[in-house]
């Protein structure tokens, strides 16, 4: 990276996701005059090489399944960003990452020195609550784990009178 530019905002982008945590983190790279790096995350594969620009070779994790030479971004979503992202006024590009979702992302951070990590909090619910108790929050592990700033869009956030999802009997 030229010392005259600004360090990259990333943001952890999955299927599915509300466009709030894109378009939020579009704000903060638009007033930083930064690009923004939309990363998902594969947790089926591990990264076997980590490349200059921050993207990475992997191999699944399951020895059986069939190795596609090289992860690319999923189409889908990529189109779907385009989308999103047209007349937004900031420059933006994509990573396909593996593994752990706050290891990788922090990865990418670090080999880009990002300025800051945005990523969105998880819907509440079973399937969410579920996910979250047995591999935990990836906002959380980031926030434990990094030196940069974690932003951490709610997506939909609890009303102050409802119990968190953990505190749940």
Do not use: K
């Not at 704000?27 to 995350?41: D, P, T």
């Not at 990865?107 to 945005?118: E, S, T, Y």
């Not at 990094?146 to 709610?154: E, K, L």
């Amino acid at each position: 990276m030229d010392a005259r530019e600004t360090p990259p905002v990333i943001v952890g982008v999955v299927h599915d996701q509300l466009d709030a945590v894109v378009l939020s983190a579009v704000e903060f790279a638009r007033r930083f005059g930064a690009e923004l790096v939309c990363a998902s995350v594969d947790r089926g594969r591990y990264t076997v090489r980590e490349r200059e620009d921050g993207s990475v070779s992997s191999l699944p994790i399951d020895p059986d399944l069939p190795d596609l030479a090289v992860q690319e971004f999923p189409e889908e979503l990529e189109r779907h960003l385009a989308t999103l992202l047209e007349n937004r006024g900031v420059r933006w590009s994509t990573r396909m990452l593996a593994g752990d979702p706050a290891h990788a992302l922090g990865q990418l951070a670090a080999r880009l020195d990002a300025a800051m990590i945005v990523v969105g909090t998880r819907e509440a619910g079973l399937r969410g609550s579920i996910q979250e108790l047995l591999t935990g929050s990836v906002a959380a592990h980031l926030a434990h784990r990094q030196h940069r700033p974690v932003v951490v869009i709610p997506l939909n956030p609890l009303p102050i009178d409802r119990e968190l999802p953990w505190e749940q009997g």
